[in-house]
């Protein structure tokens, strides 16, 4: 079921409508505002989704990093010690770390 409310809320911020039950039927637009079109709302749904589920698997992969280690400060001394010192051992740990939780937490697909 799609939240036609809840769509109109985060796709048209200031748009005035009213919405007599839960159906396309009863919704109307009270200002200047086309009205959508109902598959123009199903997009929008399907979009918010995507959004929020990009931003889970983001969270996600953002606390298992930390966990494992695998910190911004921790990812600039390996570049360092790669690219500078010439040692590449802190780089492929990290680099295998880094793998792991990608396939532990893999992007959403973009249909």
Do not use: H
Request: glycine share 2%; net charge negative.
């Amino acid at each position: 079921m799609i939240d036609y409310a809840y769509i109109l809320t985060k796709k048209l911020p200031n748009a005035k409508w009213s919405l007599n039950g839960d159906s396309y039927e009863g919704l109307a637009m009270l200002d200047d505002n086309p009205k959508p079109t109902e598959e123009q709302l199903i997009e929008w749904d399907q979009e918010i989704k995507d959004e929020a589920a990009l931003t889970q698997y983001q969270r996600d992969r953002q606390r298992e990093y930390n966990k494992q280690g695998c910190t911004l400060e921790a990812l600039n001394v390996a570049a360092w010690e790669y690219l500078v010192e010439d040692r590449r051992e802190s780089a492929l740990a990290l680099q295998s770390i880094r793998e792991a939780i990608k396939a532990k937490f893999p992007k959403p697909s973009q249909s």
